[in-house]
């Protein structure tokens, strides 16, 4: 007998004859280990969820296409990129970072932008945020700073002695303290911000030449932010409002779309370059390398099921396709190991099989084998060993990454804290904040730094009187803090500003 379509089953396929009473022994219980249904319907209930993201844990996506609109072939070799008007099916997720799976979506925070190419070459994962630098540059720091974003250990509450006290030891963060306190810091949904790499990336074109770049997506909708108060009243009445506003605008054929443009520099200018180009607590300002169009991505189909696509969507920035590689970043570096080894972590060895991960646009052809839910034919009969003589798959040497010249001490390298370091802090400030920004930057950063220690708020204060002294002095007015004071802390060094502020 075929079972109809609308029949009930287990998950083995059997059909249910009840699925409102349990099977018990009289009627009043108790129940019998051999109601098969129940069991299966309970065990797997209990398996529900897996583990959270440590980062990014709340977040919504969508699947869309991505169009090359500009010819830079000149600069990578990217199948993908090789025409103008062609085009390559996209995922991407949008993300708070420190919130958990349940958070709200107005939350101050950066925001996950992360975009998977399913390309003819295999998966190229961009996997950027909504703001153009990082609060660290050394991959060592990133779960400390992580820790302080999230829940205090005795109390498990937010934390601003936590938050506060690791930024001010930390000035190198000082630029992106300044976005993130800015109403960028609060975009109105997912729609409405812009997407960068942050990272510097290699590009390679198809003469083995190589180049640097920033990627950036700029939003057509407009840049649109929440204030501190909208964004704190949002939070109660409608946390989930950004998944549903993306969810909702492209059931209605409101399609978002961001233009997609690079920041290119030879290794010649990297070489003399004023900055060290692979920081990423520092941009190129566009003065020094234009924004250069490539393509347009568009969404337009929601996931048909969340978990499905979005929770189990798996990114990393190691995910690259012949004419894109990796840059010296130290933080990069750290990522290219972290979000596979996470993945493995959350969904398994195999994650790459689950349908959003797997290439639409090419196909495996490996000698991995076996590990938990396999679920493919595992290379069937093909040979599992490299080198063979079974036809097995081969390496194709024309493929690989330039040659890059690298070489140096092996030490733990320090970065040495320096006037420069504060310079673009003060130019987003000075130069690019309207003062409306202003007055809104400071009033985000009174209202929470307020509730750190004294000798915390001191700290900081006087790492925004290094970026810009209007800015230092406004927020020291707004925290009642002694000015004098402010301006000697900022005039040592930050050994001595770490220890004429201990606890
Ligand atoms: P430009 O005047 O050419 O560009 C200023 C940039 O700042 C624009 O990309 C703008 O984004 C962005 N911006 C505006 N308000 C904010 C804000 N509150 N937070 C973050 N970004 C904002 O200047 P430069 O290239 O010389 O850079 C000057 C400063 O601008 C930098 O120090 C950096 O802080 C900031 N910036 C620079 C970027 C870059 O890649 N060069 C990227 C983003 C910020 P939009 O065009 O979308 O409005």
Redesign the pocket.
Known sequence: MSIKKSTLTTSAGMPVSDDINSMTAGKQGPALIQDIHLLDKLAHFDRERIPERVVHAKGAGAFGYFEVTKDLTRYTRADFLSQVGKRTEVFTRFSTVGGEKGSADSERDPRGFAVKFYTHEGNYDFVGNN???FFIRDPLKFPDFIHTQKRHPAKNTKDANMFWDFLSLTPESI?QV??LF???GTPSDYRHM?G?SGHTYMWYNAKGEHFWV?I?F??EQG?K?LTREESTKLAGQDPDHATRDLYESIEKGDYPSWRVYV?IMTPDQVAKYKYDSFDIT????????P?QEVGVMVLNRNPINYFAEVEQAAFSPGNFVPGIGPSPDKMLQGRLFSYHDTHRHRLGANYHLIPVNSPKGAMENSYQRDGQMRTDNNGAEGPNYYPNSFDGPLPDPGVGMPSIDISGIAARHAYTLSDIDF??????YK???TDL?RDH?IGNIVSHLRNAQKRIQFRQTALFYKANTDYGIRVAQGLNLNIEEVKHLASVTQEERVNATKG
Not at 282 to 289: L, M
Not at 423 to 428: K, S
């Open positions: 703001t153009p630098v630029h300044t976005v800015s109403d960028r812009n960068y920033k950036h700029k939003t840049i932010n920041q520092k941009v190129w300002p566009h003065s020094d390398a924004l310079v673009q802090a003060g130019n987003l130069s690019v904040m920004d930057l």
